[in-house]
């Protein structure tokens, strides 16, 4: 598991390869990744923008920037905890994603949160058989 805290808020990643969705052979690895997004401070926040950075064993970078994370905007008051999965697809058998999340404050103010870089790794050895 991967974790970031910025300014109390707290973000852990657990990627995971999909080898169901994976065709090795063509060159197409799968991962999912469940992200835990928990307010920790004494403000409630609401995420409203997505950045990732995705590179692949070989250097290529995908950039992605959007509204929300998958189709919602949550809003976290003090304790509370938003938990989504996700997935990329990658054309190597490894990779990494970096990120960060736009947050907006109940009184408007706006600020920006590390999510960790993590490793997309498929497992020594297993092949996919389609």
């Known amino acids: 598991m991967y974790r970031a805290i910025t300014r109390q808020i707290e973000v852990t990643v ?11 052979d063509r060159g197409q690895y799968f991962w999912s990744y469940t992200i835990v997004i928990t307010n920790t401070g004494a403000e409630t926040v609401q995420l409203r923008t997505r950045h990732w950075v995705i590179t692949d ?5 995908q950039v992605v920037r959007g509204e929300g994370v998958v189709g919602e905007q949550p ?8 938990e989504y999965t996700s997935g990329v697809p990658l054309q190597t058998a490894s990779g990494f994603m970096t990120g960060r999340y736009q ?8 600020f920006e949160i590390d999510v960790p870089t993590f490793s997309l790794d498929c497992p020594a050895g297993k092949r996919v058989l389609n």
């Open 14 to 24: 657990e990627p995971n390869f999909v080898p169901e969705r994976s065709v090795v």
């Open 57 to 61: 064993a070989v250097g290529r970078k």
């Open 103 to 110: 947050m907006v404050t109940a009184r408007g103010e706006h």
């Open 75 to 82: 809003v976290l008051a003090p304790g509370e905890r938003f």
